[in-house]
């Protein structure tokens, strides 16, 4: 088994956690505004029934940036789907 490299140690933390904030906000938001889009109910009960939602794609992505073999894949995945998440809305 090979060993990290110091460089690569004193950063994993910090990418870890900006990858739990920026992926988890952009995965909740990426879902909000495909709920907004696709649900054929009034606004307010989209925006209640996502903010109900919210913490969830957020937890998902705090748990998966501390669960996942590397930093950079923690940053990856949940920026990817997000931005299938709007792709998504920009193709309805």
């Not at 879902?31 to 054929?40: E, I, K, S």
């Not at 957020?58 to 950079?72: E, P, T």
């Amino acid at each position: 088994m090979t060993r990290k490299s110091d460089k690569n140690v004193r950063f994993d933390l910090p990418l870890r956690l900006g990858a739990a904030t920026l992926g988890g906000y952009a995965l909740c938001w990426s879902l909000f505004v495909l709920l907004c889009a696709w649900l054929p109910f009034s606004k307010a009960t989209v925006w209640y029934f996502t903010g109900q939602l919210a913490p969830l794609p957020l937890l998902g992505v705090l748990l998966w940036a501390f669960a996942a073999h590397g930093a950079w894949r923690a940053l990856l995945w949940p920026l990817a789907l997000a931005a299938g998440l709007y792709l998504l809305v920009l193709i309805r």
